[in-house]
C-alpha cells in the first residue's frame, strides 16, 4: 500500500505563499492520478487540484485557479501545490490523495489513499 505524507503547511499572511510537498512511498506503487484536497472545520473535504501521474495533465478548483499550480516530480515520487495570493478562505486542512486508475475525478470517494493532511492558516 501506498504511504503518502504531506508537509509544507505554516501560518502565513494574506497574499503570502506557500508550497505544499506530499511524499508517496511504499511497495509496487501503481497509481495514475494524485490531487490535492482541503477541508475546513465543519465543512466537506472539497477538491483544489489533480494531475495525472504520466502526462502531468492538471486541472483545479474554481476557486485557485490562477493562484495555485500542481506539479509532480515522477523520479522522486513527490507531488507539490504551489499556492500564492493566499488568501484567508484557503486556510484548512490539505490532504494528498493518490487514485490507482486513470482520469482526475473531484470528490474524495473516488480516491485511494491519502496523507494525514498538513495545516494552512492565513490570516487576512
Known sequence: QVQLKESGGGLVQDGDSLKLSCAASGRNQGYYTMAWFRQAPGKERDFVA?????????????SVKGRFTISRDNTKNMMYLQM????????????CAARYRGGIYYQPNDYDNWGQGTQVTVSS
Open 50 to 62: 489533480g494531475t495525472t501521474w504520466s502526462s502531468g495533465h492538471t486541472d483545479y478548483a474554481d
Open 84 to 95: 500564492n495570493s493566499l488568501k484567508a478562505e484557503d486556510t484548512a486542512l490539505y490532504y
